[in-house]
């Protein structure tokens, strides 16, 4: 299965550190879309959220009051009405992001520039129909990458801990080269927290390179997943 339909099962927690945490709400699924509670200076921020037996728990464990639900790509509205609903809190977007406010039931605020002063949000629309944030916090050097980048098998080739999107591979984000972070986390799959700034700019370096390679090893990984994400 690309993305299970399935209800809530039991998180897989993933990616903690000291000012965040991870998890997979269906640990199994081709996919691995990865959620985070990130902290930041207004509060706890939860990313791209899944529903999950146990993640109030999980959440509860960074010590700090829920601020928001960040929808951080067009495709990624996934749980974020029900925990705006268990938190009180509105789904904050960005106000250049579409496809979001269909498919969420909650209020939505949308923020021009970033929704936290400790963030810096990255506008990146690739192609029609993909608008994507990316984060990064300078104060713990956390970077978040929602669908450009991944550390599931659809994203790699060769020796990448973390690798492009398919035809991301084509027009790498290389604004990300200004940034060094202690850690990544993406949207699919677990994040990289060894060496993370060298994983970075290997992936950014050498996407457009291995292009023939990757549609060999993960283009048909990648149909599998746009296929789940358009049934979304």
Do not use: K, Q
Not at 57 to 71: H, K, N, R, S, Y
Not at 104 to 115: E, K, N, S
Not at 162 to 177: K, S, V
């Amino acid at each position: 299965m690309a993305y299970a339909r399935t209800g809530p099962e039991e998180i897989r927690a993933i990616d903690r550190w000291d000012d965040g945490v991870g998890w997979l709400a269906h640990p199994d699924e081709f996919g691995r879309r990865a959620s985070h509670a990130v902290r930041g200076e207004d509060g706890i921020w939860l990313l791209d959220p899944l529903r999950g037996v146990g993640v109030e728990t999980l959440v509860a464990d960074l010590e700090g009051d829920v601020a928001g639900v960040v929808v951080c790509s067009c495709w990624h509205a996934r749980d974020a009405d029900w925990f705006a609903r268990e938190y009180d809190v509105p789904v904050f977007v960005p106000e250049w992001m579409d496809r979001v406010e269909e498919r969420t039931d909650a209020p939505v605020r949308r923020y021009r520039g970033a929704f936290d002063p400790s963030v810096r949000v990255i506008r990146c629309e690739p192609i029609p129909m993909w608008d994507e944030a990316i984060l990064y916090w300078e104060s713990h050097g956390t970077l978040y990458v929602p669908d450009s980048m991944g550390t599931i098998d659809a994203f790699l080739a060769g020796n990448e801990r973390i690798g492009l999107e398919l035809f991301r591979r084509l027009t790498p984000p290389r604004r990300l080269r200004r940034f060094e972070p202690d850690r990544i986390l993406v949207g699919h799959g677990e994040g990289v927290f060894d060496d993370a700034t060298r994983a970075l700019e290997n992936a950014l370096a050498g996407g457009r390179r291995r292009f023939p390679r990757a549609v060999l090893e993960s283009g048909p990984g990648t149909v599998r997943s746009l296929v789940g994400a358009v049934r979304d």
